[in-house]
């Protein structure tokens, strides 16, 4: 009898220690990183999330001030992706993936173009007033405009 009582604290201590090892594998993917939405530093239009909202959606194709919009996604899966869908557009991977397979098929939008890294988005923003994109917040130099972080 007394052997079955010594061993419960065993099974608890090992049940603990399993428990918290999985937690800590699955924690970096709950981790969610500041994205900041930018756009070339000589764009001076006044540009809300709302806006970034539709230029994702292909709702708006211009900016406030009327010049034409170069919207730059991220690599699906990306984490700057994942938070920018999420956060700003308000859907999820899979619903993005679907509401621009519909666009596309009906011809009614283009999707944005697919750079493959922040430090992609980051130079092709700097080399095109009419770009916006999205990028980790501590990849942001001075040579962009931050319109806003999420």
Do not use: C, H
């Not at 621009?100 to 922040?118: A, C, E, Q, Y």
């Not at 009419?130 to 999420?150: L, N, Q, W």
């Amino acid at each position: 009898m007394n052997t079955k009582f010594s061993r419960e604290p065993a099974k608890a201590a090992l049940l603990r220690r399993y428990t918290i090892g999985a937690l800590l594998m699955i924690a970096p993917s709950f981790a969610s990183a500041e994205i900041a939405v930018i756009v070339n530093v000589n764009n001076k239009d006044k540009i809300t999330m709302e806006d970034v909202q539709k230029t994702y959606l292909a709702k708006t194709k211009t900016f406030p001030g009327g010049g034409k919009i170069v919207a730059l996604d991220q690599t699906e899966g990306s984490t700057s992706r994942v938070e920018f869908v999420s956060k700003v557009v308000k859907k999820d991977e899979a619903q993005m993936k679907a509401y621009w397979s519909r666009l596309i098929f009906t011809g009614k939008g283009v999707p944005p173009k697919v750079m493959d890294s922040d430090e992609a988005v980051l130079e092709a923003v700097i080399g095109n007033p009419s770009a916006i994109g999205f990028i980790e917040a501590d990849a942001v130099t001075d040579k962009v405009r931050v319109i806003g972080t999420i």
